[in-house]
């Protein structure tokens, strides 16, 4: 079966417009989790959802980042008003359920650099 | 402020010796510990986990042994291979799921 997908891999957009980043869970897990990483950084937790709820969503910089999981499979993350600073690799991952013992694999990212 | 941090960087093993990652973290709390594995342009894939009531765990040529009192984890890849070259990131995760990542330590492996 496919693995975790994220589209586009790359995005590049001016400061101050809108973008959406998409990922598509492994089909039948129930947990999807973003992060972000920054260069030289690690991956840094954002939110995660457990079927279409947003169960942890602290990792959340600001009120311009927010998520959603409508049918509890694909999920959309949207930020308004791009910064430059918001230039990085955003991560998806998905486990069978929430729970340290559900392995989490990841995305390949989408690359979003902010002019 | 870090809660899990990854000193080094960067490592350099010759093929066949032994490997060893570094990892500290602040938390106390933390109950659970990954080691994931990352090559470029690809997202972190699962190599090894222990949870915190146990002090060592194998998986083939990967161990990870936890020192809970010192708050320290570290990684043996025995013997090293050249397609172990990758950046290695210590994870923790406190109760459920959220996974807490270190900056990452790049291994090259030369033949």
């Known amino acids: 079966g496919a693995g975790v997908s994220q589209t586009p891999s790359n995005k590049v957009t001016e400061k101050g417009k809108y973008v959406e980043l998409r990922c598509d869970p492994i089909?039948?897990?129930?947990?999807l989790y973003w992060y972000r990483q920054s260069l030289g950084q690690g991956p840094e937790f954002l939110i995660y959802f457990q079927g279409t709820g947003a169960a942890d969503d602290s990792g959340l910089p600001n009120d311009r980042f927010f998520a959603v999981r409508p049918e509890g499979s694909v999920s959309t993350l949207k930020i308004q008003r791009t910064e430059r600073g918001d230039s990085a690799v955003y991560l998806c991952?998905?486990?069978?359920?929430?729970?340290?013992?559900?392995?989490?694999?990841f995305g390949p990212g989408t690359r979003l650099t902010v002019l | 402020d870090q809660q899990v941090k990854q000193n080094s960087p960067s490592l350099s093993v010759q093929e066949g010796r032994i490997s060893i990652l570094n990892c500290d973290y602040t938390?106390?709390?933390?109950?659970?510990f990954l080691w994931y594995k990352k090559y470029p342009a690809e997202g972190p894939t699962f190599l090894i986990s222990?949870?915190?009531?146990?002090d060592k765990n194998e998986d083939g040529r990967f161990t990870v042994f936890l020192n809970k009192s010192a708050k320290h984890l570290s990684l043996h890849i025995v013997p090293s291979q050249p397609g172990d070259s990758a950046v290695y990131f210590c994870a923790a995760s406190l109760g459920y799921s959220t996974l807490t990542f270190g900056k990452g330590t790049m291994l090259l492996v030369s033949p």
């Open positions: 991952a998905s486990s069978l359920e929430a729970g340290r013992n559900n392995e989490q694999f």
């Open positions: 089909s039948g897990h129930t947990a």
């Open positions: 938390n106390s709390m933390f109950d659970y």
């Open positions: 222990i949870s915190s009531i146990k």
